[in-house]
């Protein structure tokens, strides 16, 4: 057993999870992309615009959650009160439920416990809030 490590720490997960403490920060570090002034050539900037996409879509997914629940059909007007910004959220038929469906939805607004009361309190059934990991526009 080892009195100390050194690890590259992101999240804190990996110390969470085995017990362990940070005792000193030896470097603070952030990735940055820099470009060029020179004009890229039609591959590079095609390269370009797939790397930016891509962190553009692990930042936004960082930001956003994915929400599911249960609720009457008569009270899917009150979710965009709850989560003003979002796009239309999917709604889907619940098996042998005339009157319930299942609702899908990402929402780049923070979720706070609050915001799953909100949800309790117009009917919704079975909620799940879940992390994404990748999403693109």
């Given at each position: ?55 553009q ?24 009160e ?22 899908h ?24 809030v ?8």
């Open positions: 057993m080892a009195d100390a490590i050194c690890d590259l720490v992101s999240s804190g997960r990996t110390l969470e999870e085995n017990h362990l403490r940070e005792v000193v920060t030896l470097l603070k570090s952030e990735a940055v992309l820099i470009q060029s002034s020179k004009i890229l050539t039609d591959e590079k900037k095609a390269t370009l615009d797939l790397l930016l996409r891509r962190m879509g692990v930042l936004k997914a960082k930001e956003s959650k994915y929400i599911l629940f249960h609720i009457e059909k008569n009270a899917l007007v009150a979710i965009k709850i989560f003003p910004g979002i796009e239309a959220p999917t709604i889907l038929p619940l098996a042998g439920q005339e009157n319930k469906v299942a609702v939805l990402v929402s780049a607004e923070a979720v706070f416990w609050s915001t799953l009361e909100k949800l309790k309190a117009i009917g919704a059934s079975s909620i799940l879940l992390p994404i990991e990748k999403m693109m526009s």
